[in-house]
């Protein structure tokens, strides 16, 4: 009895299997039933395996599928209404991309693969922009870009992307390609061709420029939009939207090239349009400019440095508009002392203003100079008398020294008292004192060796020379008994004296001085024509107001001299002559002084007294006369006052 339970319960089973079986069967077979003549199809699923799904689109479509073995899972499907062959393969491939697998057609057969696997396998590629019918169909499209970067638009739209789909970029043609289904590329496409438009994208423009300068244009549109990216920055934060201007001047053709999007291309553009203008006449760039008081080389030389000594004085972190431009043209023309400039514009008020202020009267020095050997051994023999005249700041002044005070009448007392020969004097003297230099002509001990004045222009150097030219023989040489050839050089023995003076805002006048005193050496010289010369320097720089005489001196020299008398005629026979003359030797040492009085000219007035002045002097000419340190040509002079 419990045997025949077990195998009535165990036959049940069975058949209920039998029975599933058959309806799993049966249900294709009757979807595919309900297919009309009309061509449309009622799709119900409940639960079925993928496998009978898609045997169930093969024959309803007459296609050949070739299904992975990786393609496993259950299908549930629910259609109210019919739909169209066509419509029940595009829900045939939304099954498969839910399952994450699509279809790859290859020839007469329909590969079904994972979709990792067929995005390298033979995928629809085509190239698009117009958006196509949505499916879930995996494709491959290439799409162009017009305006938009491909690299930003890859990062801005891979992760709308759904998993599993590809979005790269190609810079080079500015393209994307993606792989996805044709659903997510609808969606692309839309989102692309909202962006991809006018005035988002960079591109190049070439810009002539027929009258003005590319580089200073392309320096002034560059801080033009260097100022408003700052100012836009400032206000929010930068993106990938965000695009520069950068602009580059071509000065082999005088154009900019500019990378810009459409808008500020356009912006540009329309700038150096109304930019690019010639210049009215009177503006031209070159010009000339006459001076009246500088000299044209030496102004064109100052100029030209302006421009690199402005760049020099920058400052490092700090960006500061140049003075003046670097492309400044200054030539010098000497026949007419003018200037000849070619620069810009903007560049003329800065050099009109410097030209201004440089090309103006300089003063003069009137310099007056005493140079005077006197004998060291009868230093005290030599003396100074002194004579004031007026007061300094209203008091009586006396010039310190010994035995004087300010209110010896008729003048101050001598400097020395009662050491000075009769008639000579010499001094220094102020606004408010006269100096008189006197010395007799017979007095051998005081040589007056050169009185020179000059009128020199200040910070020019003034040369006086005065002395002979020595022959000096350097070589000589005899080609035989009768023939004997000799050289000569030529050298200055004399008086050099250079001055450079320079005058302040307060009339000090400052002297750069150098002078130079040789003279023949006769005690030392044993071949008359290899003479041998002293030489005494002094050179110095000195300040001085303006009609005071300053000293300069102290130089000692001691020269050595022969003396030989004798009978005549007995004395030159040889051994016995010595017995008929005589010979002595001395040294003689002097000291050199050198008085200077410069007087500053910077009106024709002043010039004019002076002229006056020393035009008296010369009408009393005739009344004194001073002995030179050529003793065999006596002159007649008039000394420093």
């Known amino acids: 009895m419990l045997q025949d339970s077990r195998n009535s319960f165990t036959l049940k089973h069975i058949c209920l299997i039998l029975v599933v079986l058959a309806l799993v069967w049966l249900c294709p077979v009757q979807a595919a039933q309900n297919q009309d003549d009309s061509g449309f199809v009622s799709m119900d699923f409940n639960d079925v395996d993928i496998g009978v799904f898609i045997r169930f689109i093969s024959k309803l479509t007459q296609k050949n599928f070739v299904v992975d073995t990786k393609v496993r899972g259950k299908v549930t499907i629910i259609s109210p209404e019919k739909i169209s062959v066509d419509e029940a393969y595009k829900v045939f491939e939304s099954v498969l991309d ?7 057609e290859s020839g007469s057969v329909v590969k079904i693969i994972p979709a990792v696997n067929a995005r390298g396998d033979n995928v629809d590629t085509r190239v698009a922009r117009d958006v196509e019918q949505a499916s879930d169909k995996l494709v491959t499209r290439l799409i162009p870009l017009t305006y938009a970067s ?10 709308m992307l759904a998993k599993g789909s590809l979005l790269l970029s190609h810079a080079d043609s500015n393209m994307l390609i993606a792989t996805a289904t044709l659903a997510s590329i609808d969606r692309l496409l839309k989102l692309i061709n909202s962006i991809d438009v006018e005035g988002v994208g960079r591109k190049i423009t070439v810009l002539p420029i027929k009258y003005a300068d590319a580089e200073k244009m392309v320096t002034n549109l560059t801080n033009i939009y260097t100022a408003k990216t700052r100012k836009i920055s400032g206000n929010r934060r930068k993106n ?11 000065e082999r053709t005088n154009s900019i090239i500019l990378l810009a999007s459409e808008q500020e291309s356009a912006q540009i553009t329309a700038l150096v349009d109304a930019l690019d203008k010639e210049v009215p006449k009177g503006e031209e760039k070159i010009r000339v400019f006459y001076l009246e008081h500088a000299t044209a080389e030496e102004l064109s030389a100052v100029l030209q440095e302006i421009p690199e000594s402005g760049n020099d004085s920058k400052k490092i972190g700090q960006k500061k508009a140049p003075l003046l431009s670097d492309d400044i043209k200054i030539t010098a023309d000497k026949a007419t002392n003018s200037l000849i400039i070619i620069a810009d514009k903007d560049d003329y008020p800065v050099l009109e203003e410097v030209i201004k202020k440089l090309d103006v009267p300089r003063s003069m020095v009137y310099i007056e100079c005493l140079i005077m050997e006197m004998n060291a051994d009868r230093s005290l023999d030599f003396g100074m008398e002194w004579q004031a005249e007026g007061s300094i700041h209203g008091d009586n002044t006396g010039f310190g020294g010994f035995g004087t ?27 408010n004192f006269q100096a008189i230099v006197q010395a ?11 009185t020179p004045q000059l009128l020199t222009t200040e910070n020019e150097e003034s040369t006086i020379t005065i002395g002979k030219n020595v022959a000096y023989q350097t070589r000589s040489a005899a080609e035989d008994s009768s023939t004997t050839y000799s050289s000569y050089e030529y050298k200055d023995v004399g008086i050099t004296l250079k001055i450079t003076p320079s005058i302040s805002h307060d009339r000090l006048v400052r002297l ?14 044993t071949n008359a024509d290899r003479p041998t010369t002293l030489k005494r320097e002094l050179e110095t720089t000195i300040i001085v107001e303006d009609g005071n005489t300053v000293v300069i001196g102290g130089l000692i020299d001691e020269s050595l001299s022969k003396e030989v008398g004798k009978v005549p005629c007995l004395g030159d026979i040889p051994l016995l002559g010595n017995a008929f003359k005589s010979q002595s030797s001395g040294s003689d040492r002097t000291n050199l002084f050198i008085f200077l009085t410069p007087r500053v000219v910077k009106t024709t007035l002043e010039a004019k007294d002076i002229y006056q002045e020393k035009k008296d002097k010369m009408d009393e000419l005739h009344k004194q006369e001073i002995k030179l340190y050529d003793e065999d040509a006596p002159i007649k002079s008039i000394l420093l006052n």
């Open 440 to 450: 007799y002509k017979l007095d051998s001990d005081v040589k007056i060796l050169s």
């Open 150 to 159: 491909s690299d930003e638009l890859k990062s801005l739209l891979s992760p």
């Open 98 to 104: 839910i399952y994450g697998f699509a279809t790859v």
């Open 512 to 525: 750069d001085f150098y002078q130079e005193v040789t003279k023949l050496d006769t005690a030392n010289t």
């Open 240 to 250: 990938s939207n965000d695009f520069s201007v950068e602009m580059v001047a071509d």
């Open 405 to 431: 005070s300010a209110s010896d009448s008729g003048g101050l007392a001598s400097v020395v008292g009662g050491v000075l020969p009769s008639g000579f004097s010499m001094g220094v003297f102020g606004g």
